[in-house]
């Protein structure tokens, strides 16, 4: 018996399979996820995905599942999803996904008033998990500005929470902090211009899919602008030119996001996330390759 509208008096016709949805509209689904049982549903599709096409998860994806983890204070669990249910994923996990959980560990710095050193050498020795080549990042990254920055921001907000305890700060780790903080710093020396495609404003566009583009590289100097606003007016000097040299792609990005009508985005969810004071604690995570970077 077949089922009939009865509006139109035709018959009801199955629809046809559309297919996976792109992984730009999966992120932006995954980006407005607002409840966490909603996240732990999406956890199946991803292992799914995994199994079924190999190289579908695109490093985008694994960041904006792995952000929404943190907003809703659940990291360890993605953390785990990630690392020990995606075995294809391995071998597209990259210098972005990188740059995320750089972003994500110097938030939760900020959270826990964290002032070890050796607990973000802990949390850096499984950002480096899945392949030897993400070992070696300057053999095999010809670009390293947005990892030296997100890794700056870590390194800023143990400072903050080190300046805030006063004396109380132990002098050996202060010093050993601001050796690094000196010696990142001097892999700015020649920054470049962050580029984009001034034709992503025009009349017409898909402002959403193109600004959704330029959002992890966006968020990323945009913390760090932020982070480095919290510097003495002295210290600022040495960011000066990465900051003046990224002020076309800042006015640039705020425009498309304008246009394209996002009101919360990364930036925004994330400082939110970070306003939520928590206990910095460990997660349970496999084994790691050691990481002498």
Same mark, same amino acid.
């Given at each position: ?122 949390? =850096? @020795?499984?950002?480096?998990? %899945?392949?030897?080549?993400? !070992? *070696?990042?300057?053999? &095999? +990254?010809?670009? #390293?500005? /947005? ?53 992503? =404003? @025009?009349?017409?566009?898909? %402002?959403?899919?193109?600004? !959704? *583009?330029?959002?992890? &590289? +966006?968020?990323? #100097?945009? /913390? ?70």
């Amino acid at each position: 018996m077949n089922l009939v509208d009865k509006n139109t008096g035709k018959p009801y016709l199955p629809e046809k399979f559309k297919g996976v949805p792109s992984a730009t509209k999966f992120n932006y689904f995954l980006d407005n996820l607002i409840l966490f049982d909603e996240l732990k549903h999406v956890k199946p599709s991803l292992v799914g995905l995994d199994k079924i096409n190999k190289g579908w998860l695109k490093p985008s994806t694994i960041n904006s599942y792995l952000y929404k983890s943190f907003e809703f204070g659940h990291l360890d669990g993605g953390l785990k999803t990630v690392y020990t249910t995606l075995p294809n994923f391995r071998n597209s996990f990259n210098l972005k996904n990188i740059e995320a959980l750089l972003l994500i560990r110097s938030l939760q710095i900020k959270q826990g008033g964290v002032t070890s050193l050796d607990w973000l050498y802990k949390k =850096l @020795k499984h950002v480096f998990k %899945y392949n030897r080549a993400n !070992l *070696k990042l300057k053999e &095999n +990254y010809e670009n #390293l500005e /947005l990892y030296n920055i997100a890794y700056l921001q870590c390194l800023f907000q143990l400072k903050f929470n080190l300046d805030a305890a006063g004396t109380e700060a132990d002098a050996k780790t202060v010093a050993l902090l601001k050796k690094k903080i000196d010696r990142v710093t001097g892999e700015l020396k020649d920054f470049e211009t962050v580029k984009f495609n001034a034709d992503d =404003l @025009k009349e017409g566009e898909d %402002y959403l899919k193109n600004y !959704l *583009k330029y959002e992890h &590289n +966006y968020t990323v #100097l945009t /913390l760090f602008k932020q982070v480095v606003g919290q510097l003495s007016a002295e210290e600022q000097k040495a960011y000066k030119d990465v900051l003046d040299k990224s002020a076309a792609y800042f006015k640039f990005v705020d425009e498309l996001k304008s246009k394209a009508g996002v009101k919360t985005g990364l930036v925004e969810r994330l400082n939110a996330a970070a306003e939520k004071k928590v206990e910095a604690k460990e997660e349970e995570a496999p084994k790691a390759e050691e990481s002498k970077e």
